[in-house]
């Protein structure tokens, strides 16, 4: 059995999954928010240690690019300002097990290409979570990039006027459309701390000011969905994260889809793998 481990800029996952990759035992914790690598590294190591007599290697899909055994960060704020982490020799030193990494957003591509009911020859998958990570399979091949970078399409403007993002950039889809983007504006409209979950319940109760929120999101991953039609005719995009897969929010993206040209529509799909689309696709990838 392997173990994959999920590094996100909110929760940090663990599970042991068999040959067949399904799940026997799972972990979770939050992700440390000092920015300080020494706590990162020993949350990891106390997640993993009650499955680790179990497991031959371990597979990690984690935010940030993952280049050369490293974890940089794109939007350093997600990770509390950490932006240069040594993933590879952390977690060989603190299981003694072979690793090997992928950033999260491109695992749960793959894992949700091989889910796919129709076979198609491209598609893209994208977390709306914590921030906005994408992952691309083209011609059936998951893209990483010479450096790790291909699919960080959270970090395409939509907006020039937009707001400034963790990466330095302006009016990125992910400074609109992210859970933290959606907990920001939440806290200058009600003037008090709000979480994307918070603001989906009011949503859900027809507070207007939720609503608008939300259509923010909906609206920048819309035109996302239309740039990548436009530049490598996806076929179909998969969603996934916490906000992308609550409930009401995909109908919104479709809602602004369809005011877009036909030319520029694509289809969308929740995410068959649900939460475990990065732990689940990790540990594909590792088999193949
Ligand atoms: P990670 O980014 O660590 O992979 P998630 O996919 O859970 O983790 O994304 C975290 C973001 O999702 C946070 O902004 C959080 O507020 C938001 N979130 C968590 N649960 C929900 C929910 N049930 N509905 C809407 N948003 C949620
Ligand atoms: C950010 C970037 C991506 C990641 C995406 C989703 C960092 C630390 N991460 O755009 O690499 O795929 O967030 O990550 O710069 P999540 O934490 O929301 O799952
Ligand atoms: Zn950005």
Redesign the pocket.
Known sequence: MIIALDI??TKLAASLINDNNIIIDSRRSSTPKSGCADDLASALEQLIAPLLNQASAIVVAS???INQGRLT???PD??GGLNDFPLQTTIEEISGLPVQLL???QAAAWGEYCQLERPCKSMAFI?V?????AGLVINGELQTGLTGLAG?A??TTVDPQGPKCGCGRSGCV?ALASGTAIGKLAGEIYKKNLDAKAVFERFHQGDQNAQMIIDRSAQAIAILLGNMKALLDIEVVVIG?SVGLAEGYLARVRYFMEQQPALFQVDITPARLGHEAGLKGAALWASQ
């Open positions: 996100g800029g935010t940030g690019i960060a794109v939007n997600n990770l950033n999260d957003a977390t979570s914590t921030g906005v990570g960080h959270g970090h992910e994260g």
